[in-house]
């Protein structure tokens, strides 16, 4: 079956401009998590969402980060004014329930370079 | 807060051979989880072993097996017969106890693995 996926795959921005993210989890799914990862680091907790629910935002680095999900499948992660700090890639995670028994999956990222 | 620790950014290995990663981690909570992740080149994170605190034997899966010591709150993965697919970054992270509701993954920096042909 389909793993998750994340488009685009590459995004080069210049500084101030909006990008949106896009996550697609593996259907039925009802977690699904965004991880920030910089070059040589693990990933980093953004903020996670049961069902169309966001649960916990504590990890949106700047009040220009902001995630949705309105249907509970697809969630997009939208990054406004982008500054150079802001170059990373973003991982998006799903399982089937929050809970620690539940393994997450992974997407492939979406590598952001602000220029 | 929890923290995991992963003190060798870079380690080798030949092939057919072992190597040990190390792990250590910081929490106050008795019972938990730990995972090994593996993320290639192409970026896509795969889950590698997983192992629950209260267990008290080591996970394995295949070539993989970890070394968890609890009261060292230590983690290690061994990885057997070293084959040039397992080049990637490994990551140690934790996850805190199952008590109901969402929990959040806590990684380690990584450990990037080289495979010598």
């Known amino acids: 079956g389909a793993g998750v996926s994340q488009s685009p795959r590459y995004k080069v921005a210049k500084r101030g401009q909006d990008v949106a993210l896009r996550c697609d989890p593996i259907?039925?799914?009802?977690?699904l998590f965004w991880y920030q990862q910089a070059l040589g680091q693990g990933p980093e907790f953004l903020t996670y969402?049961?069902?169309?629910?966001?649960?916990?935002k504590s990890g949106l680095p700047s009040d220009r980060f902001f995630a949705e999900r309105p249907e509970g499948s697809v969630s997009t992660l939208k990054i406004q004014r982008t500054q150079q700090e802001d170059s990373a890639v973003y991982l998006c995670?799903?399982?089937?329930?929050?809970?620690?028994?539940?393994?997450?999956?992974f997407g492939p990222g979406t590598r952001l370079t602000v220029t | 807060a929890q923290t995991v620790t992963q003190s060798q950014p870079e380690m080798s290995v030949q092939e057919a051979e072992t190597v040990t990663l190390s792990c250590t981690y910081d929490t106050s909570e008795s019972d938990y989880y730990l995972f090994w992740y593996k993320q290639p080149p192409s970026r896509q994170m795969i889950l590698v072993i997983r192992?629950?605190?209260?267990?008290?034997q080591n996970a394995t899966e295949n070539r993989f097996s970890v070394n968890f010591q609890k009261a060292a709150k230590s983690f290690s993965l061994k990885i057997s017969d070293s084959q040039l697919g397992d080049a990637a970054m490994y990551f140690c992270?934790?996850?805190?106890?199952?008590?109901?509701?969402?929990?959040?993954?806590?990684f380690g920096t990584g450990t990037k693995l080289q495979v010598i042909p």
């Open positions: 259907s039925g799914h009802v977690s």
């Open positions: 992270a934790y996850r805190p106890p199952p008590s109901g509701g969402y929990q959040k993954v806590t």
């Open positions: 995670a799903s399982s089937l329930s929050g809970l620690s028994s539940y393994e997450q999956y």
């Open positions: 192992q629950e605190a209260y267990k008290q």
């Open positions: 969402f049961q069902n169309e629910a966001q649960l916990d």
